[in-house]
Every structure is written in C-alpha cells, then in structure tokens.
C-alpha cells in the first residue's frame, strides 16, 4: 500500500470515496434555490463574481475542474505481474520455503550460557566482585567449590586441590601449593588455572593473566578462530545441487537453441529459458531434507544425543575415525576401587556401575584389617540426605581417591559412619607431599581394651618402609624378602594396569607406652610411626564405562577406527585401551614386542605393531610425513599426555588422510580438536561449556555408547535421504515435459505452474518426507563407511534412474491422462498438435474440435485446466509406485515389507489430497482446478504397475548378479 | 541467472575438467568408454522403444473405445458461444477507402461462399419453426438449407461491399455448432449499442431469427454438409457516429441458453466495437 500511496496520490483520492456515494441519485439541490441562496452558499456575488483569493480558496479545496482520469492498470501492479506471474511464482515459494527451513533450524538451536563472581583483596578488604572485573595483579582467594576467575599464580594455599580435568584430562584433582614444581606452567602446582574448579582448601593468588590471556582463554581463542569444515551433507547438498544445475542449465539452453530455431522470438526464448531452469528446481526437496535432518534429530535426541547443528546428525554417519578423550568419556571420571592386594593375592573389585561384576572373597580376616584401615584412614564423607540414593551415585565430600574407598567400603562392610562412630578418631596426620603417608589414631572397638589403633596409608614402598610384620591370613607374620618380593611384583602389576596403588598397614599401640588418655602430638610426632604391620594394597582407577567396549567392538565393526586422544599417562591411557578394546586384545605395542622379545625398542619393525602408543612429548617432534605415516599404518592408536594443540593436530592429520573425523571430548582442552572435528561430540553431563559450545552433538548421558546410535542413525539417514531425494527428483520429469512439449509440438499446456507446485509442496512433502522413516535395508553397522569421494548422495545413477527411467514412465502416464481427457471431449490427439496458438488466443471464440463443435475460449480453457488436474492426479498415482519402489534400493518390496506406518499415511494423504484439490467446491476459482470423472483417475495406473515391475525386475537383476552392469548402471 | 548457474555447474567440474571430457589414457570421453556408451544408450533406446511402444499400445485402447460420431463427453460444450463475421473484435475502418475495408469484405465474401445457392442444390427443404430430428436411420444426416440470399442486404450480393463502402457495415453472427443441442423457446439475436441514443440497425433474417430447423447438430462426420445459420446484422450510423468508437453488444434470446455467464463473456453474447472512420 506505501508505494502505492506514494506513486499515485489521485488514485487514493478516488479509492477513499464513498462508491455508494456515487450510486446515488445526483445529490443538486442548487436548482431549487434562489440566485441569492445559490450565491451565499458559493460566498459569490452576482455581479463581482468571487475575489481571486475566494476562487484560490476554492480551488485548492475542491481541486482542478477536470475529470478523474479513468483507473488504468498501475505500472506497479503491471511489474508485480511480471514478479509474480508464470514460473516466476515458483522460484518465490523456494524463497519462501528458505525462510521456513531457517525458523526451523533457529527454533532447534540454544546456547547455554553462565555467570561468575570473585573474591579479590583490594586496599586490604576483601570484595566479591563480578569475575569479569577481575584484572591482572588482583589478589584473589578461592575455596573449595570455588571456580578459579583467571590465571594465578598461588601464594599461599591450605590443602588447595584443583579440578584440572576440563584443561589437562586427569581425573584426579591437583593440590596446589606456592613451589614451583615443574617446568611446563601446565604441569607446576603453583599455577591454578581460569576456569578450573577448587575441589577443597583454600588458596591465594595472584592474578597473572585474564580474559583471553589465559591458557583457558588462548584455547578458547584457538577454538573459535578454526575454520571448520563444511559438514559432509552439506558438501553432498551442494554436489547434487551442481547436479541438478546443469541439468537444468542443459535443458534450458538446449530448448532454448531450439526455440530459436522453431522460429520463436527472442523474448520468447529467453521466456521458455527461464521458465525451464525454474521448473527443474525441485522447491521442497531442500525442505524435505531439513524436515528429514530434523526428524533424526529428534530421534536422537531421544535416544540421548542432541544434535546443535542439524547437518551433523549424517555427519557420525559418513564418520571413518573416532578421537575419543578418555576421562568421562570413556571411562566413568570417577575413581573407583579396581583391585586389592592381601594374603598374598591380587582380588578383583567390582568396577561396573551397576555392580554387576564379580565379588571376592570377603572372609579373609586380613580383609577385615584392610577395609578397617581404609575406613578410618579416610576423611572422605557421604553428603547429608544422600540415603535413598544408591551409595555408588552419592556425592561425596572429599578427595577422589578417598571417596572410592569410601564407597568401596561401604558398599562391602556397610556403614562405615558406625565404624567411625565405634573407633573414635583421638589424632590424625593428613596427607602432604613429603611424607607422603596419611595417619590416624583411633580408639578400638572393644571397650575393654584400652589400647589405641594406628592406621595409615599412602604411597606403597613408603608405608612398606615403616613395617616389619606382614598380616597373612589374620595373622601377623614378619615381613621376609620373600613378602618383599610378592609385594613388589603385586604393586608392579597393579601399577602396570594403570591404577593408582596406595599401601595400608596399621599397629595396635601397647597399651604400657600409650595408655588411655595419651596425648598425641601430631605436629611434633610423639608415638611409634614404624613398625607397623603392613595389611595390603589398594588400587583404584577410573574405570571404563560398562557400555564402552561393546560401543567400541560396534565401531570396529562399523568400520570406524576409534584413536585414543587424553591428556592423561601413557600406561592408564593404555590400560584403559586394553579395557575397552580401543588396544584389541593379541594385539602389541612396538614397546610390548620388544619386551617379548627382549630386544632394544630400535630393533622392532613398526608395521609388526598393529597398536601404538605415543607419548605428547614424541609427537611433539613428529614431523608430518611420520605423523601420517603412523595413522596410516597402525589400526589401533593411543595418544597420551597431549595438549590441546596436538590434539587438533592429530584431528588434522587424520583429516589430511581424507578420513571424516568425529571427536569426543569434555574439557576445554578438547574443545579445538571438537571445533576442526567433522562432528564434535561433547558430553552433556561432565562437559564444559566451551567443549559445548564448540561440538555440533552432545552426549545428554555422557555415554561413549550413545555415539553408535548416532552413527547408525546417521548411515540410516543417508540412505534414507538417496531414497528421499531420488523420489521428489522422479517427478520433476512429468513436471517439466509438458512444458518441453508445449514449446515444440504447439499442443495446449499439458500441467501448469499451479499444479507443479501443488506437487512439490503439497502431494510429495509427506511421503518424502516418511522415507526418513524407512528401515534399513540390511545391517548397516556391517559395513564399512562411505567414502566421501565415491559414495555421493545424488550420483548420476540416480539421476539417470529418477529422471532418465522412472520420471519418462511418469511422464507418459500424466501424458496419457492428458491426451485421454481431450480426445473424449471432443479433441483427438492428431487435432492437438500445432494448435496452440488458435487454442491460446482469447478473440477466438469458435475453435473447432475433431467432431465439429466450436468452442470458446473459456470453455477449452476448463478442459485445459482439467488436463492439468488430470496430469496432477496422475502423477500422484504413478507416485505411488514410485514411491514403494524408492523404499529399497537393493531388496525388493516383499523383502523389506511395508511396516513404514508413516509412508503408508503418505500414500493415502497424497490421494486425499489429491482429491481434495480436484473435488472441492470453489478450486476452480482458487486454484483452477476442476473435477475429474472417476474413470481419469485410472489412466495412470498401467504405468504406475510399469514403474513397480520395472523396478522390481531391475533390483532382481542386481541382487542376482553382484557387481554386473545393472548395478554398475543403476545403484544409487 | 542462467549464466551465473552456468559457471557455478562448471566451476566444480574444473580440477577434473580435461580429463572428464576426454581421458587419453583410458579411451573415455565424459568418463565413458565407447563400449560403456554403446551399452547405456542402447539400453535407453530399447527402453524409450518399448515406452513409446507401450504409449501406443494404451493410446490405440484408448482412441478404439471412442465413438466417431459422438464425443463421450459433452458437459464441457454445454451452451454455445456466439462469435461475429469478419473475425475480428475491433472493426475500424475508413469508409472512402476501399483499401482499408478490403480485408473485411474479403473475409466476410469467402465465409459466404459455403452458402451460395449453387452449393446447396442437394439440400431438401425442411420445416421451419421445428426442430430436424433425425434420430435412428441412416448414419449421415440430412443438412436443411441456409440461403446467402435470406441475408439479403448483407448477403453481399446486391452490395458486395457489405455495406462498409457507405458507412453501414454488415456484421455476421453465428452461434458455435453443440452436437444435439436444441434450444428451447425461439432464438433470435439482439443487439444494443451503448450510447446515449439508440443506433438503427437491421437484421437479416428478419428479428434475427435462427430457425429451429438447423437444430440439432449431428457432428462433424455425420452432418458433413451443415449449414450452420447465421444472422446478419447492418449497423445503420449516421453521420454523428462516425469517428467514435461505439460498443456493439449482442445476445441471443428469446431461449433457455445463458447469455449472462459471469466469466466466459462470449456465451450466448459477443461484444465488439466499430469504428467508421470518415
């Protein structure tokens, strides 16, 4: 309305007045009136006439005495004709369907987002202020609980341990204290770093970096300057949009050449041209894709896995490499008691999250010594109001080591608060890093006895140093050199699996010495600390999850290579492997050969090793040939103690390989493998925000598990969505045919550019649409992943298929619906051709048909417009076949069955529709489509049954003979 | 849009360009063998031969199950359409120059040759006022009989200019041939100019009368010889008319044919405009 008030201010003169107004009878009175009346009204005056400044007046109140000109047809409305008319419309709705397809995508997208605050001593008071405000010089405290607001370097810290998992990958959390202790700032206790946790203590700093300065922030600043990838769908969308390109280019130009050559005027050529190329867009085929993308995503976001980015759902599908983190994705990032050494043995702890696994025995009294000491020497506590829950999912106060014993305790001798309650603790040394042990003093069970129990435990040859007594069996033995031995050999095992190996031993102190009531000193120590009775070892580890080596046999057999990447030690990184599969059981490391073989680590042969292990600091001088020569040449690798660099480097070099490479990850240092990664996994539990932020999926349970469902949703989306693609492309034949045949045979327009988009966005969405839904074909877990060079989403074979086969069989069946329809109203099909310009011109109202009767231009306009229903219809019905054939691309239909609920809504909507269209009252004002008679309805069907038989016979031909010339011809 | 989709197909294909078009090496052109491309397009060529095979086959059933003499359908043509003679919707012309009219009258001179009375020799006569039925019997109908000499100053006989020469002009009305219809009521045409005062016009036959003995119609193969019966109209302007574009409207009435429909302006009425230029 705005242009058009502005163009042409009469027009809206014109249009404001009352049209009722003007039906009225002429509303003069002046004729009944006196002279003098007639010269009030007017303020004129007989003689003198009006005053010039009167008639000014007037004239510019009633405007110029002359006729409106007649309402001609804007220049505005004459170009929205030219916009909007013919083919034009078509390219709009793509247009629009553009818009749709990004709400749709908006809508699916959130972002998570998180606010801090800071403790910082400024002019000696402390001050809460927003983290943001931090600077750098700030003195700043931090507690337990507390997120570290920016790099410091610690000052003075009290029991201070950070989480540092999200940065480096360790499990464990880190104590700090103001030494420096490593050379690497990474690895030295005197640097907490930006948006680590502080598990417990306090500690005070120094602010050193801030913002984007800090390694946290250099990371971050790494991730999100990757330039990532286009996802393989969206390369595949844009290879068939090439495809689809030139062969609409092709068309155009060649109808083009020929419509010159017909003798069509330029302007008219240059019409057919763009009408041809528009016609070969398939307008809801994109929607289609984005609707099937969606579909999957909801699918999986049900079975755990939300997706962020919606063309990530096919990527895990296409996917040929898993750079899978270690800690919280692989294993539970919890520690867990894994194995315990006593009377000589090496028992096994249940590891498994449900406690499924195997019990040891628990009737050794040496067990009850051990548990004993490991639940009093413990200052980890369960959480208040924890009692419903299982003990293995409480919270737990306290250090992760010490949390595992708890459970593992209470979980085999119940409450271990009743046994605190019973042995009450009279003194306690905690842990510190000299000496390495932690002890405590408690009253005994029995209240007749009055002597005092001392347990300890910590770093194994430590604590073996201050014994002299072993217990075996319950009873306390001397430690000899053969006990020495045993304990050696046990703690080299335990430590050679990766665990963490802590050593407990405990004493009754004799009651002469110690009476009741003795006070100990712990800080200036005044009672035995040797000769002590050594009880066992403990290890723990954090253990893999239960799902994981089932998921990772899944992969292999997928075959998808799973790669370890962690931040955490070679020998718990290969462990870990070994645990769950990613190192497969027989198969050596170079290291492990020449161990068994006893030959110098030089001497091996790297390709007789399958499995690798390398260490960040060898990579680090790797150059890039040797890097892809390893990837290449070992199946099973583990990279440890990596930093976040080498990790996109590793994602890299697996990418420089033509790999599609997908990485799971947690932690900040992950995040920039996650972003360069094909498909970035993050975990939705554990994971940091900016791992979140820079992955495309999200694991909602933190189970590596959860992946093998995204890979077999996304292998099945692929192919669902060659099945989806090669049915909408099908009917883009019968759809641009008519055209092409109206331009050279001069027949009347078989289908017009209404009922073309009444196929494309309305009787081919839903079925398309339902292929998504379509199972798969055979086991595609089985089989190895498509190579994104060879195996394309739309390949020519498709095309020659959908539009060279099945489309030219569509096309004959709308054709014959159409010659069908005219020949029984009177129009035989050799009277068609060459008649379109008399059929065409509105002054000719007497056109004769093959049996003598003249039409007017109206009346054969209806039987045309009937055509067009009629061919719409009929491409509906050959669409049924088509629609049942493209279900499979291999097995026939009685194979795959129709168990699809979806697909078979599909064909009865596009029928309902279809008849809606034709049938109800008012369409052929509003759409220009009319009845049909319900015998044109079976035109098509002896061509709808070619297309099934053809097909059928065609995937009977390829299944009988594999690798022939059909399949070379014709699989897509 | 052409030429930018154009370089978009093309610029993909560039790294591989030469060698997809032609591989020496291999003998492929376009990534085909000879011995591939001989195989795939006779494959398409027998299968695009028994496609059209089979389109015949389905246009053969389906051209044997219609009638020659009747179309199966008829509720698209129910009512005729009424269309003027000379074939045009803006008669302009200069009545003092021959050269201007000539097309008209030539038009207006061969549509008429059809109703010469030599041509019509083995017409019978028929009823007037009645319908012709001749249902049963023999295949070929009769045909009654439509004299140019009934069209009498617009036959173009007596004036072979049609009036156009004087500034009267003759217009034909026909109304389109509907196999078996039969109006009811006696039809005859009307017309009307649209302006201030009535302009005088003639009919021929006298009140454009269509007699019912030209109904029904029975097809092209079947009433090979119809003469379908005409009106004639003489616009009788005077000289105040001239050089003005007068709206001629005409209907049939007097029947139960629509006249009045709503979109298709040309049933049972047809508008034109003249204009005589002096």
Request: proline share 4%; aromatic share 8%; glycine share 6%.
């Amino acid at each position: 309305m705005g242009d058009k008030d502005d163009r042409s201010p009469k027009k809206k003169k014109g249009a404001t007045k009352d049209m009722d107004d003007l039906k009225k009878e002429v509303p003069i009175t002046e004729h009944k009136m006196s002279v003098e009346e007639v010269c009030r009204k007017f303020q004129t005056d007989v003689v003198q006439g009006l005053t010039n400044a009167k008639a000014a007046e007037f004239l510019l109140r009633d405007g110029p005495n002359a006729l409106t000109p007649p309402p001609t047809t804007p220049e505005w409305v004459k170009f929205c004709r030219q916009l909007f008319g013919g083919f034009s419309i078509l390219l709009w709705t793509g247009a629009i369907l553009c818009f749709l397809a990004y709400a749709i995508q908006a809508a699916t997208e959130d972002e998570p987002a998180g606010d801090n605050q800071a403790l910082v001593i400024r002019e000696g008071e402390k001050v809460q202020i927003n983290a943001e405000e931090v600077v750098a010089g700030d003195l700043i405290e931090v507690k337990g609980g507390d997120r570290i607001p920016a790099d410091i370097r610690v000052t003075s810290a009290h029991g201070c341990k950070v989480d540092n998992s999200s940065l480096t990958g360790e499990s464990e959390p880190q104590s700090r204290s103001p030494d420096c202790t490593h050379d690497n700032p990474l690895e030295t206790r005197n640097v907490a770093f930006f948006s680590t946790n502080c598990v417990e203590g306090t500690a005070r700093g120094i602010v050193i970096c801030t913002g984007d300065r800090t390694v946290m922030g250099r990371i971050a600043t790494l991730t999100s300057g990757l330039e990532t990838g286009k996802t393989p769908i969206a390369r595949e969308i844009e290879h068939f949009i090439h495809i689809i390109t030139g062969v609409a280019v092709f068309l155009g130009v060649t109808f083009f050449i020929l419509a010159i050559i017909l003798g069509y005027t330029w302007l008219e050529a240059v019409i057919f041209l763009i009408g041809i190329i528009v016609a070969n867009v398939p307008e809801g085929l994109l929607a289609t894709v984005t609707v099937c993308l969606t579909l999957t995503a909801k699918r999986m976001a049900k079975k755990n896995c939300l997706v962020k980015n919606l063309e990530a759902v096919e990527t895990l599908g296409s996917t040929s490499t898993i750079c899978s983190d270690k800690t919280g994705t692989l294993t539970q990032n919890r520690m867990t008691v894994a194995h315990m050494w006593f009377d000589n043995q090496i028992h096994e702890a249940d590891t498994t999250e449900d406690q499924s696994g195997a019990a040891f025995d628990k009737s050794s009294v040496t067990w009850l010594s051990l548990s004993r000491v490991a639940a009093l020497c413990n200052r980890a506590q369960f959480k208040a109001g924890q009692d419903s829950v299982s003990i293995l999912k409480r919270d737990v106060a306290g250090d992760a080591s010490e949390s595992a014993l708890l459970k593992c305790i209470e979980l085999s001798c119940g409450s271990v608060r009743m046994m605190r309650d019973k042995n009450k603790k009279v003194a306690e040394i905690p842990f510190n890093s000299t000496n390495k042990y932690q002890l405590s003093v408690h009253e005994t069970e029995d209240p007749n006895d009055n002597r005092y129990l001392l347990v300890m435990k910590g770093a194994p040859e430590r604590i073996l140093d201050r014994c002299s007594t072993i217990m075996l069996q319950g009873k306390e033995q001397p430690m000899d050199e053969e006990m020495k031995e045993a304990f050696q050999n046990a703690y080299m095992e335990l430590g050679g699996l990766g665990e963490r190996v802590l050593g407990f031993c405990h004493v009754l102190l004799p009651e002469d010495q110690y009476p009741k009531g003795f006070a100990f000193d712990t800080d200036d120590v005044n009672f035995q600390t040797d000769n002590l009775c050594f009880v066992g070892l403990i290890s723990m580890i954090d253990p893999p999850r239960a799902a994981v080596p089932d998921a990772v046999g899944k992969c292999r057999s997928a075959g998808i290579k799973v790669i370890m990447v962690t931040g955490d030690h070679p020998i718990t990184a290969k462990a870990i492997a070994k645990g769950v599969g990613i190192i497969s059981e027989g198969n050596e490391t170079v290291e492990d050969i020449a161990a068994r073989l006893n030959i110098p680590v030089s001497q091996v042969n790297p390709r007789d090793a399958k499995a690798c292990v390398i260490h960040g600091s060898d990579l680090k001088d790797l150059s890039q040939d040797q890097m892809d020569d390893i990837l290449r040449n070992h199946t099973e690798i583990v990279f440890a103690r990596t930093s976040p660099q080498q990790k996109l480097i590793i994602v890299e070099g697996c990418q420089r390989l033509g790999a599609i490479v997908a990485v799971t990850g947690d932690g900040v240092n992950d995040s920039p493998a996650l972003k360069k990664a094909d498909i970035g996994v993050a975990m939705g539990i554990s994971g940091s925000d900016v791992s979140k932020q820079a992955a495309d999926m999200i694991l909602l349970d933190d189970n590596f598990a959860s992946i093998v469902t995204g890979v077999e949703e996304g292998r099945l989306i692929f192919d669902n969505l060659k099945k989806s693609i090669a049915y909408t492309l099908t009917s883009n034949i019968p759809e641009i045919t008519p055209f092409l045949f109206f331009i050279i045979v001069n027949i009347p327009l078989p289908l017009g550019t209404i009922t073309i988009l009444c196929i494309d966005l309305g009787t081919d969405m839903v079925p398309a649409i339902s292929l998504a839904y379509e199972a798969a074909e055979s086991d595609i877990m089985k089989r190895q992943p498509r190579n994104p060079a060879r195996d394309k989403l739309v390949n020519e074979r498709l095309i020659s298929i959908a539009y060279g086969q099945i489309g030219m069989i569509q096309a004959l069946g709308g054709f014959f619906a159409y010659f069908v329809i005219l020949a029984e109203n009177g129009f035989l099909p050799s009277q068609l051709v060459g008649i379109r310009l008399n059929w065409d011109d509105r002054s000719l109202n007497d056109l004769e048909d093959s049996y003598g009767q003249q039409w007017t231009y109206e009346q054969r306009k209806i039987v045309e417009f009937t055509c067009h229903t009629a061919f719409f219809v009929s491409i509906v019905v050959v669409q049924w076949a088509d629609l049942i054939i493209c279900k499979t691309r291999r097995n026939s239909v009685f194979q795959q069955g129709m168990k699809n609920k979806i697909l078979i809504f599909g064909l009865f909507e596009e029928t309902a529709l279809a008849a809606f269209l034709s049938y109800c009252p008012g369409m052929d004002v509003a759409l220009r489509m009319y009845p049909l008679k319900p015998t044109w309805w079976f035109c098509a069907f002896p061509y709808s049954f070619l297309i099934f038989v053809y097909d059928e016979a065609r995937k009977l031909i390829l299944r009988r003979n594999p690798g022939g010339w059909v399949e070379k011809e014709t699989y897509y | 849009m052409a030429s930018t989709e154009d370089k978009a197909a093309n610029k993909e294909n560039v790294s591989s360009w030469k060698d997809s078009i032609y591989n020496p090496r291999t003998g492929e052109l376009l990534g085909r063998t000879a011995s591939s491309w001989a195989l795939i397009l006779l494959f398409y060529l027998v299968f695009y031969c028994f496609l059209a095979g089979m389109f015949a086959l389905t246009m053969w059933v389906m051209l044997l199950t219609l009638d020659d003499y009747v179309p199966r359908y008829r509720d698209r043509v129910p009512e005729p359409g009424l269309v003027i003679r000379p074939n045009s919707l803006d008669i302009t012309f200069n009545k003092s120059d021959s050269k201007n009219y000539k097309n008209y009258v030539n038009h207006l001179e061969s549509f008429l040759q059809r109703y010469n009375d030599s041509m019509q020799e083995n017409n019978e006569e028929c009823i007037p006022g009645e319908y012709y039925m001749q249902d049963g019997g023999e295949m070929t109908k009769k045909v009654c009989p439509f004299r140019r000499t009934s069209l009498s100053l617009c036959s173009g006989l007596s004036d072979t200019d049609f009036g156009y020469q004087e500034g009267k002009p003759c217009v034909l009305l026909k109304m389109n041939r509907i196999i078996g219809l039969k109006p009811i009521g006696d039809p005859y045409i009307n017309c009307t100019v649209k302006k201030d005062h009535p302009v005088q016009m003639h009919y021929f036959p006298s009140e454009g009368r269509i007699d019912k003995m030209y109904f029904p119609y029975y097809g092209k193969k079947a009433h090979e010889n119809y003469m379908q019966p005409l009106v004639a109209v003489k616009l009788l302007l005077t000289k105040e008319d001239y050089n003005k574009e007068l709206a001629v409207e005409c209907r049939v009435e007097g029947t139960n044919l629509r006249n009045n429909d709503e979109r298709d302006k040309f049933l049972g009425r047809v508008t034109f405009r003249v204009k005589v230029v002096e």
